[in-house]
C-alpha cells in the first residue's frame, strides 16, 4: 500500500496536549503545535491500521482516499487531543466516524429508492464450498451501515461492546441490537450454507 499524504496548512496551536513523555507523545505534542514532520511520523505508524479499517468498512477503491481522508482531519483537529485518551484511540474514533460519515453519504446518493437492508435480502446467496468466504464478504458489504460498523468493531476488530458504544456515539444495547441484526441478516444471506460459514460460531453475543 503506498498513500501520499498531502497536509492542508494551519493556524499553530501553541498549546501542546498535556502527555506523558514517549517518543510517539512527544510527536503528538510537536505535531499539535505544528510541526509536520512530527505528524508524518504519527502517520507512518498508524497509517496501515487506519487503512486496513477503511478497507473493511467501505470497499478497496476507497480505503486509500479515506484513509487520507482520515489524516487530514487528525491534523486539523489534532489542537484538540488532550491525550485523556491513547493517540491511537483518539485517532481510532476519529477515523471510524468519518468513515461512518463518508459511507452514509455514499449510501445516500447510491440507494435514494432502495434501502440497502433490502438489497442484502433480495441477493442471492452462493452455493455452498470455497465460495462462501467470498460471499460473507459481499454480504456484510451490503449490510445497513450501523449493522455494518457494530459487526466489524465486534467480529472483526474485536472491540467490546461498551468500547463500541464510545465510538460510535450509542448505547451497548444498541450495539447489541446492531450486531444481533447483522448477524441475522447474514445468516438469512448465507443460508442454507450458514451452519458451514464462520458466523455460525459467534451466535451468542460476546461480552
Do not use: C
Request: a positive charge; charged letters at 30%; aromatic letters at 6%.
Amino acid at each position: 500500500m503506498s498513500i501520499s499524504l498531502t497536509m492542508p496548512t494551519r493556524a499553530l496551536n501553541l498549546e501542546a496536549p498535556a502527555l506523558s513523555q514517549s517518543p510517539e507523545s512527544d510527536d503528538v505534542a510537536r505535531a499539535a503545535r505544528g510541526d509536520a514532520l512530527a505528524f508524518r511520523r504519527l502517520y507512518e505508524g498508524h497509517k496501515d491500521r487506519v487503512f486496513a479499517l477503511a478497507r473493511r468498512m467501505t470497499d478497496s477503491d476507497r480505503a486509500a482516499e479515506l484513509t487520507q481522508d482520515v489524516f487530514v482531519r487528525a491534523w486539523q483537529k489534532l489542537g484538540t487531543f488532550r491525550g485523556e485518551a491513547r493517540f491511537s484511540t483518539w485517532l481510532h474514533r476519529l477515523a471510524v466516524n468519518l468513515i461512518l460519515s463518508q459511507r452514509a453519504a455514499d449510501a445516500t446518493r447510491r440507494w435514494r429508492f432502495i434501502g440497502d437492508e433490502a438489497q442484502l435480502e433480495s441477493a442471492p446467496a452462493r452455493p455452498s464450498g470455497r465460495e462462501v468466504g467470498i460471499d460473507l464478504e459481499s454480504a456484510i458489504d451490503r449490510l445497513p451501515s450501523g449493522a455494518r460498523a457494530v459487526f466489524i468493531l465486534h467480529d472483526v476488530e474485536g472491540h467490546k461492546h461498551e468500547e463500541i458504544g464510545r465510538l460510535l456515539g450509542i448505547s451497548t444495547g444498541t450495539t447489541k441490537a446492531q450486531l444481533h441484526r447483522a448477524r441475522m441478516l447474514l445468516r438469512r444471506h448465507l443460508e442454507p450454507t450458514a451452519s458451514t460459514a464462520p458466523l455460525a460460531a459467534t451466535e451468542e453475543p460476546r461480552r
